[in-house]
């Protein structure tokens, strides 16, 4: 069924909208060029910490060959912009762009950005199905997405340490569960139920003849 005029403009506007956010978005993120990551890290050493030595705060990490150094936080930041100042253009950009510090880091954000892309396009599947209905309706795979991009989301989240993303999508699991266990198994057994009822009805008829 065409979508109606209106139902076009409607959805030229969001595209526009989404655009216009994604481009001011863009722009403010491209232009944190010396901010701090959230994980600072050499590329090829193991997970930096802090650790007291001597009385003084220091970093502690495993380098390229397995040993634990100690080292200054001044001078551990200093390594980590001379090997980010070392990387090529685009790769810089995309490390500050999505704020990590090493290519490791990325499969976390690839999985981030799959649920959010999951969770929001649950709302244009539901949305597309209430046009093509004329009607309000939730289809099974507003759930299914629901359900998977929040999972990859919470998976994001932890990685983050983010407690605010983290109860905000796993509190929705149960919503989400629940629904298709009524769309699957519930309508299963409806569906039962109705098939004995229907039978025992054309069974009465027989037995009074």
Same mark, same amino acid.
């Given at each position: 069924?065409?979508?109606?005029?209106?139902?076009?403009?409607?959805?030229?506007?969001?595209?526009?909208?989404?655009?216009?956010?994604?481009?001011?978005?863009?722009?403010?993120?491209?232009?944190?060029?010396?901010?701090?990551?959230?994980?600072?890290?050499?590329?090829?050493?193991?997970?930096?910490?802090?650790?007291?030595?001597?009385?003084?705060?220091?970093?502690?990490?495993?380098?390229?060959?397995?040993?634990?150094?100690?080292?200054?936080?001044?001078? &551990? +930041?200093?390594?980590?912009? #001379?090997?980010?100042?070392?990387? !090529?253009?685009?790769?810089?950009? /995309?490390?500050?762009?999505? $704020?990590?510090?090493?290519?490791?880091?990325?499969?976390?954000?690839?999985?981030?950005?799959?649920?959010?892309?999951?969770?929001?396009?649950?709302?244009?599947?539901?949305?597309?199905?209430?046009?093509?209905?004329?009607?309000?309706?939730?289809?099974?795979?507003?759930?299914?997405?629901?359900?998977?991009?929040?999972?990859?989301?919470?998976? &994001? +989240?932890?990685?983050?340490? #983010?407690?605010?993303?983290?109860? !905000?999508?796993?509190?929705?699991? /149960?919503?989400?569960?629940? $629904?298709?266990?009524?769309?699957?198994?519930?309508?299963?057994?409806?569906?039962?139920?109705?098939?004995?009822?229907?039978?025992?009805?054309?069974?009465?008829?027989?037995?009074?003849?």
């Amino acid at each position: 069924m065409a979508m109606s005029p209106r139902a076009k403009w409607g959805a030229w506007i969001a595209v526009g909208v989404v655009l216009i956010g994604l481009a001011v978005g863009f722009w403010v993120l491209s232009r944190a060029v010396n901010r701090i990551p959230v994980t600072p890290e050499l590329a090829d050493s193991g997970k930096a910490r802090l650790v007291e030595h001597d009385s003084r705060v220091m970093i502690a990490y495993e380098n390229a060959v397995g040993e634990q150094v100690r080292i200054e936080p001044n001078a &551990y +930041f200093r390594l980590v912009m #001379d090997e980010r100042d070392a990387m !090529g253009f685009g790769q810089k950009f /995309i490390m500050k762009l999505f $704020n990590v510090s090493s290519g490791g880091s990325m499969l976390f954000v690839a999985i981030g950005l799959l649920g959010q892309a999951l969770f929001a396009g649950r709302l244009i599947v539901q949305w597309l199905a209430t046009e093509r209905s004329r009607k309000s309706v939730v289809p099974t795979a507003f759930w299914w997405m629901a359900l998977s991009g929040a999972s990859m989301l919470v998976v &994001y +989240f932890v990685w983050r340490k #983010d407690i605010v993303g983290i109860l !905000g999508q796993s509190t929705g699991w /149960i919503i989400y569960v629940r $629904n298709l266990y009524f769309i699957y198994f519930q309508h299963g057994l409806d569906a039962e139920t109705a098939e004995a009822a229907a039978s025992t009805a054309s069974e009465e008829p027989e037995k009074a003849t």
